[in-house]
Structure formats: C-alpha cells, structure tokens
C-alpha cells in the first residue's frame, strides 16, 4: 500500500536543462584521468531501497531567518510572528527527478547559542550547507564564518555544497543592500577558500521569505 502522497507537480523534473545531462559533463569523454571520472561517478547521495536522499543543513545566527526560509521554500507560507527554533526541526521535500524517487531533507537548527550544542549534532552527514546572515544585521554577516567552521568539523569540505543567503531582503533600501551586497560577495569569497579546491563551490544569495 502506498501510503505517500503524491509529489507535487513542482517537484517532477521530467527532463535536466542542457547543462546538466550526461553529454555536458567532461568526465565522461575519454582522455578524462581514471581518478577524475571515478570521483565523478561516485554517488553522493545517501539512498534508502529506491529512494536518494540529500540531507541539507540550515545554519546562522538567532532569528536571520532560516525558518521562514525553509517554510517558504516547503509549504510557500510566512509567519511574522517569531517563534525561536529549540535544537533541530526537519523537513522532508520530495522530489522525482527523471522518474526516480528522491529526497532532499531540510535541517532547520537553532540560531540561539544555549541550543548550539544540540544543533550541532544533527551536522555531520551534509551534502550542502545554507549558511544564512540578515541582510540588514552586519554582525550575523561576521558570524558566517563561525557558522561555516562549526558545519566544516563534521562534514568534507572538499564534498559538501556551500550557499550564502543574505535574508529579509525586503527590509533594506537599495543603498543598504548595495553595501551589504559588497560584504558579503568578499565573505562568499572567502569561503571558497575554505573548500581548498581548485574550482571552489560557494554561491551567494540574496532573498526575502515574506515577499
Ligand atoms: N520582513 C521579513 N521578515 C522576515 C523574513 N524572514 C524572517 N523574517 C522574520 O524574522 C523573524 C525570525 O525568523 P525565523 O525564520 O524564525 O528565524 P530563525 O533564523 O529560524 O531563528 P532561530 O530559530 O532562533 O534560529 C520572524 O519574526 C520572521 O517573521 C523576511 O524575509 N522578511
């Protein structure tokens, strides 16, 4: 009995854009070294009977924002009323991609210092970190890079994907955000150094989860 509801209309990738499908990728020619074509073999998702899964972590400072993101992002809703996250909380978002099961685990930890202990716990395993700063808060900005380090101890950096978003968006003017925009491409920069790979993998976002 299938007990799951079906995946949303959203979710089902019938076909990869041009970038991503097996011809675009150089390590499938022949003259590719053995060790670069086997490491781009490697599955780096986890997988469960038929089912893949990619666990994600949200991480950053008290009240930037990581919840309504994930909220947003799940059930396309906003809550301004703020209700602080205590530990973990998870969210499952499915997914079929090319008619194959698959699963991307959303982590929303806590940002209070007093609940950094617990959260810390559900890092390891990560394919990609979120690291999220408010846009309008120079300081939750600064603390990206504690954030990073924590998330880095228990997982690869040479593997994992790594994302910055600048949250609430909507609440600084252009001349703010101008600014901060500057920030947070030299914090994104840096990050990239982080990963010690020869094409690093940091991207830098700006969003707002109410508008
Ligand atoms: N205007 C505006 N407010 C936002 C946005 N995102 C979050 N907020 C508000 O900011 C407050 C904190 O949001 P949360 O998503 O709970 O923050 P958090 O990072 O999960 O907080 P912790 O659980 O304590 O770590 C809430 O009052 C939200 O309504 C946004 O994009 N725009």
């Not at 020619?29 to 009977?49: I, L, M």
């Not at 909507?170 to 790979?197: G, I």
Request: hydrophobic share 40%; aromatic share 8%.
């Amino acid at each position: 009995m299938n007990i799951l509801a079906p995946v949303r209309r959203d979710r089902v990738l019938a076909e990869l854009p041009q970038c991503l499908r097996k011809e675009a990728a150089l390590h499938g020619h022949k003259d590719f070294h053995p060790r670069v074509t086997c490491a781009c073999q490697e599955h780096r998702t986890g997988t469960v009977g038929r089912f893949k899964i990619s666990k994600v972590i949200v991480v950053g400072d008290l009240s930037v924002g990581k919840t309504c993101l994930i909220n947003r992002f799940c059930k396309d809703t906003f809550d301004k009323n703020y209700k602080a996250t205590i530990g973990v909380d998870f969210e499952m978002e499915r997914f079929e991609v090319l008619g194959i099961p698959f699963s991307l685990q959303l982590w929303d930890t806590a940002g209070q210092e007093r609940f950094k202990c617990i959260a810390s716990t559900y890092y390891r395993g990560a394919q990609a970190i979120i690291i999220v700063f408010n846009l309008n808060d120079v300081a939750s900005l600064e603390h990206t890079k504690q954030w990073l380090a924590d998330a880095l101890k228990e997982n690869d950096p040479s593997s994992v994907l790594l994302f910055l978003v600048g949250s609430k968006k909507d609440l600084s003017t252009p001349a703010q955000y101008a600014l901060m925009e500057k920030d947070a491409l030299q914090v994104a920069q840096e990050m990239k150094t982080v990963q010690r790979l020869p094409s690093p993998r940091a991207l830098c976002h700006p969003h707002s989860s109410r508008t």
